[in-house]
């Protein structure tokens, strides 16, 4: 269910795959980045599933979403017009 092709060997489907493919990290520069080419890719959406696991590290998680709500999010709906 992870693959665009369904013709990739499985061994493809490893951590470097998921992570240029089904995962989107990085700082806000890079998570704006390819949310954007999703976008283009895709055509809009409505929902953002957002998901941490920086739960051993709770002042770690609490900045991540900070970044989500106070940089990213606004950065994402400027470029795509979105009135906040």
Same mark, same amino acid.
């Not at 700082?27 to 390819?34: G, S, Y």
């Not at 998901?51 to 999010?73: N, V």
């Given at each position: ?5 369904? $013709?990739?060997? +499985?061994?493809?489907?490893? !951590?470097?795959?998921?992570m ?6 990085? +700082? /806000? +520069?890079?998570?704006?980045r390819?949310? !954007? ?7 809009? @959406?409505?929902?953002? /599933?957002?998901?941490?696991? $920086? %739960? $051993? $590290?709770?002042?770690? %998680?609490?900045?991540?979403?900070? !970044? @989500?709500?106070?940089? !990213? ?6 470029? /795509?017009?979105? /009135?906040?």
């Amino acid at each position: 269910m992870y693959k665009r092709d369904l $013709d990739m060997p +499985d061994s493809e489907c490893n !951590l470097d795959y998921l992570m240029t493919e089904q995962i989107i990290a990085g +700082d /806000v +520069d890079e998570a704006l980045r390819r949310l !954007l080419a999703l976008i283009k890719e895709t055509g809009t @959406f409505g929902t953002l /599933v957002l998901m941490g696991y $920086d %739960w $051993d $590290d709770k002042d770690s %998680w609490i900045y991540s979403m900070e !970044l @989500f709500a106070r940089e !990213l999010m606004p950065a994402l709906n400027k470029a /795509v017009g979105a /009135v906040p």
